[in-house]
């Protein structure tokens, strides 16, 4: 079972806007802002698409965009391309102890 | 162009050992934390462990790996490692090596190995 909650599926027609969720506790999404995000393409290393709850490296559409409220962190994608079909892994500080927590994943298909 | 190539995998009898390799290139290596990362056939990401910089703080999932795995680095060669003991079939995964994001506390990954398989089976 993993650490933090993310739906285990989502989806929505190109040019739409989708989010996704990850809940987690304020050991780790709540109390830290040091949440990320991945994209994982079949058979693919994953892609960070986002760290620290909001920011976007360099290469990575301005489509998705992260923010968090309390112990969720979301990710939204607007603008659906068919590219984006893929699985979304959140990933959260979660002290020294446990250090980083990741989500279940969430499949994200393009109708 | 920044590399991160993993080898060592293979098949390992329950109980056995392995020893994973990170080659990094492209990049000063020397100059950022390193982790591990896994997945089961099908399953999700699950954090296994990371490294400091210069290697003196060392960080574990909190869950049964601590203690029978073991990472390490040798900057002048600029490789990870991981050492794997008294391996179980639940370990059996794809284990992926990852370059963490300069700062405090670095546990955003910005590049990726393309994961070395390791299967765990009689």
């Known amino acids: 079972q993993s650490a933090l909650t993310q739906p285990p599926s989502a989806s929505g027609s190109p040019g739409q806007s989708v989010t996704i969720s990850c809940t987690g506790t304020?050991?780790?999404?709540?109390?830290?802002?040091?949440v990320s995000w991945y994209q994982q393409h079949p058979g693919k290393a994953p892609k960070l698409m986002i760290y620290?709850?909001?920011e976007r490296p360099s290469g990575v559409p301005d489509r998705f965009s992260g923010s968090k409220s309390g112990n969720t962190a979301s990710l939204t994608v607007s603008g659906l391309q068919a590219e984006d079909e893929a699985d979304y892994y959140c990933s959260s500080y979660a002290g020294y102890s446990n250090f980083v927590a990741f989500g279940g994943g969430t499949k994200l298909t393009v109708l | 162009e920044v590399h991160l190539v993993e080898s060592g995998g293979g098949l390992v009898q329950p109980g056995g050992s392995l020893r994973l390799s990170c080659a990094a290139s492209g990049f000063t290596f020397s100059s950022f934390g390193m982790h591990w990362v896994r997945q089961a056939p099908g399953k999700g990401l699950e954090y296994v462990s990371g490294?400091?910089?210069?290697?003196?703080?060392?960080?574990y999932a909190a869950n049964s790996m601590k203690g029978r795995f073991i990472i390490s680095r040798d900057n002048s060669k600029d490789t990870l490692y991981l050492q794997m003991g008294s391996l179980r079939t639940e370990d059996t995964a794809v284990y992926y090596c990852?370059?963490?994001?300069?700062?405090?506390?670095?546990?955003?990954?910005?590049?990726w190995g393309q994961g070395t398989m390791v299967t765990v089976s009689s």
């Open positions: 620290a709850v909001t």
């Open positions: 490294i400091s910089m210069d290697g003196r703080s060392t960080y």
């Open positions: 304020s050991s780790d999404v709540g109390g830290y802002n040091f």
């Open positions: 990852a370059r963490a994001v300069t700062g405090n506390p670095g546990v955003a990954f910005d590049i």
